[in-house]
Antibody
């Protein structure tokens, strides 16, 4: 079964850091670009970051550029999102999603909840 | 950045009704080299992750009922549900992937009348 499972979410104080992981199974992880997308409580979807299959291309939304770092370990079938200098507005459910050649996202995880609050 | 605007933001519908929702982009999503529109539609049911319904503006994903129809080109796109079923009550998002800075529309929420 094709699956993505996020972990690492939690409650963190403003200004602190957190690292999310997304473990892939059921497909050849190293063949796909991957995205992080987030959804604030009661709000819509916001794209956060992208990394290509071989890590050659990395893109960030302006709202997280300079604070978040996307990375991957193809040997471990794992995608990461290192989040630093967290703000209250980063509070959201963070999804990882598989990105197909055309850019659409055909497999999503269940999400990892991040709450930034003192 | 490309801005995606969805209308309406919410719509009350009855089972069996035909529904249309709009998605407009601030610039064309039609790539001239391959004549493809880099536009996708997603469905998100309450408490669930989004699922991909349609890619390339009009290509239904495997397993998606044929009552879901994507159309449009350039900057104007439409998702039509030919006969709404109870299980279709959800929020629908369009998303552009023409520009590597992916953006989503604000969503259209389908509710029961």
């Amino acid at each position: 079964e094709v699956q993505l499972v996020e972990s690492g979410g939690g409650l963190v104080q403003p200004g602190r850091s957190l690292k999310l992981s997304c473990v892939a199974s059921g497909f050849t992880f190293s063949n796909y670009g991957m995205n992080w997308i987030r959804q604030a409580p009661g709000k819509g979807l916001e794209w956060v970051a992208y990394i290509s299959s071989g890590r050659s291309y990395i893109y960030y939304a302006e709202t997280v550029k300079g604070r978040f770092t996307i990375s991957r370990d193809n040997a471990k079938n794992t995608l990461y999102l290192q989040m630093t200098s967290l703000r209250s507005e980063d509070t959201a459910l963070y999804y990882c999603a598989r990105c197909r050649t055309g850019g659409d996202m055909d497999v999503w995880g269940q999400g990892a909840s991040v709450t930034v609050s003192s | 950045d490309i801005v995606m605007t969805q209308t309406p933001s919410s719509q009350a519908v009855s089972a069996g009704e035909k529904v249309t929702m709009s998605c407009k982009s601030s610039q064309s999503l039609l790539y001239s080299e391959n004549k493809k529109n880099y536009l996708a539609w997603y469905q998100q049911k309450p408490g669930q992750s989004p699922t991909l319904l349609i890619s390339w503006a009009s290509t239904r994903e495997s397993g998606v009922p044929d009552r879901f129809i994507g159309s449009g080109s350039g900057t104007d796109f439409t998702l039509t549900i030919s006969s709404v079923q109870a299980e279709d009550l959800a929020v629908y998002y369009c998303e552009q992937y023409y520009d590597a800075l992916w953006t989503f529309g604000g969503g259209t929420k389908l509710e029961l009348k």
